[in-house]
């Protein structure tokens, strides 16, 4: 008998499920994330580290590699870009218009 392949709905919908796992893994602390590696604590580390001016996210990069010594836990770029987002979701951060980040007023 034919056996007809699962419609793309299904992939997309499953896609979603496992995407929104793994940033629900990251975003909350649990039993196997310390406070420290979620993406919440990352984000009030962000926040405590940045200036009251604008700056680029290189430049936020590089502050911090430079500040990465006084956190518990090794920040990856991809941790501080979506850090990044939930800040400016929760409106603690803005975009400027030349396309710079900075605190919210």
């Keep these: ?29 649990h039993k196997h994330t310390l406070f420290s590696e979620s993406l919440i604590g990352i984000a009030g580390f962000l926040r405590l ?10 430049e936020l990069w590089a502050l ?3 500040k990465q010594d006084t956190y518990p ?3 990856n770029f ?4 979506l850090a990044t987002d939930i800040l400016f979701a929760i409106n603690v951060i803005d ?4 396309g710079r980040i900075q605190k919210s007023i």
């Design 1 to 29: 008998r034919d056996i007809e392949p699962f419609p793309q709905s299904f992939w997309l919908n499953t896609l979603n499920l496992v995407t929104s796992m793994n940033i629900l893994t990251a975003l909350l602390p």
């Design 95 to 98: 975009l400027t218009t030349d």
């Design 73 to 75: 836990c090794e920040i």
């Design 78 to 81: 991809e941790q501080m870009i």
């Design 49 to 58: 580290i940045m200036p009251s001016n604008s700056l680029s996210i290189d």
């Design 64 to 66: 911090v590699e430079l």
